[in-house]
């Protein structure tokens, strides 16, 4: 499955943004999906991720209450909405699917990632 991030841009710290992956090439509804991030001279990191069905979600400690994973299987796009972003939250954000695995893990396949910039 190939997937597409999109969605990024600057904020200031408080505000909202959702970023969207739309998935092409494969059975979306059949994959798990996450995000994750990387931050500049950092290591990536898990930020959420969400079962094929939408029925399981998982999240990042640091995301925890802030930040919604979603997806449509209708419209082969997964979602992340992110409130009350702060500057910490700054990175290149990408997304990922596996048919198997779900959480905080490696996934099989992997977006181009989006940038996030949170100013203070």
């Known amino acids: 499955v190939q997937l597409q991030a999109f969605g990024g841009g600057l904020v200031q710290a408080g505000d909202s943004l959702r970023l969207s992956c739309s998935a092409s090439?494969?059975?979306?509804?059949?994959?798990?999906m996450g995000w994750f991030r990387q931050a500049p001279g950092k290591e990536r990191e898990f930020v959420a991720a969400i079962s094929w069905s939408g029925g399981s979600t998982y999240y990042a400690d640091s995301v925890k209450g802030r930040f919604t994973i979603s997806r449509d299987n209708a419209k082969n796009t997964v979602y992340l909405q992110m409130n009350s972003l702060k500057p910490e939250d700054t990175a290149v954000y990408y997304c990922a699917a596996d048919p198997v695995l779900v959480g905080p893990t490696s996934y099989e396949s992997w977006g181009q990632g989006t940038l996030v910039t949170v100013s203070s």
């Open positions: 090439g494969g059975t979306f509804s059949r994959y798990n």
